[in-house]
């Protein structure tokens, strides 16, 4: 008896029908796996650089409690940390060479009939608004300085030479050759700068004495 008639049927169709339902099984597309999917390479490290390079700039510019100290705004060339550099002093002496050191002598002691003396002069060692307002707007006409007489005129230098300087240089004349007057405040210059801002013409002795008088 053959297999169709012992069983009622072929067992040979039944194991052919098992392999097609596996087959197509097996050509079925995988499930989807995106969520597994770690990504490319190249995003991880540039996540890892980031991650490196913001901690080491908190690091380095943020104090220990998180907040970074308040420097406020920094002159050009001077960086975080640093300290500005000091203003630079005004030196009188310098001012006085290159400005008044032709006429009165690098010693201050003038030229005899011709320019009158700064050292152990009672006009520089006196008033030091006198002495600034000279240097200011300058000076003209007839001055006894040390018993000698002079009839010239000085310069102003009040549109040349800063407050500082102009402070810097009557200091400096006030404490040369002997004299031994007080430094002047570059305060009192601009002060009298401004005070005298309208005059044009230099001052004259009898002018200069009127103001130290308050006439």
């Not at 310098?94 to 690098?106: G, K, P, R």
């Not at 300087?165 to 430094?183: D, K, L, Q």
Request: one cysteine or more; a neutral charge.
């Amino acid at each position: 008896m053959d297999r169709q008639s012992a069983g009622g049927h072929d067992p040979r169709q039944h194991e052919k029908s098992t392999l097609r339902i596996h087959g197509a099984l097996l050509r079925e597309a995988e499930e989807p796996n995106e969520a597994a999917h770690t990504g490319p390479w190249w995003l991880w490290a540039a996540v890892v650089l980031t991650v490196f390079v913001g901690g080491f700039y908190l690091g380095k510019h943020v104090g220990p409690f998180g907040t970074a100290p308040y420097t406020g705004y920094l002159p050009v060339g001077v960086g975080p940390g640093q300290t500005a550099p000091a203003a630079k002093t005004v030196s009188g002496a310098a001012v006085f060479t290159s400005h008044c050191a032709t006429c009165h002598q690098a010693n201050g002691m003038g030229v005899p009939g011709t320019f009158p003396p700064l050292a152990g002069s009672d006009i520089v060692q006196g008033d030091p608004e006198t002495v600034v307002r000279i240097i200011l707007d300058g000076l003209q006409g007839p001055v006894t300085v040390k018993g000698g007489s002079y009839n010239g005129h000085m310069p102003a230098w009040k549109n040349q030479l800063s407050d500082a300087e102009i402070a810097a240089v009557a200091t400096h004349i006030r404490s040369m050759g002997g004299n031994r007057a007080g430094p002047v405040d570059p305060q009192l210059v601009a002060k009298i700068r401004q005070a005298d801002s309208a005059r044009t013409q230099p001052w004259t002795m009898p002018e200069l004495q009127a103001q130290r008088s308050g006439a």
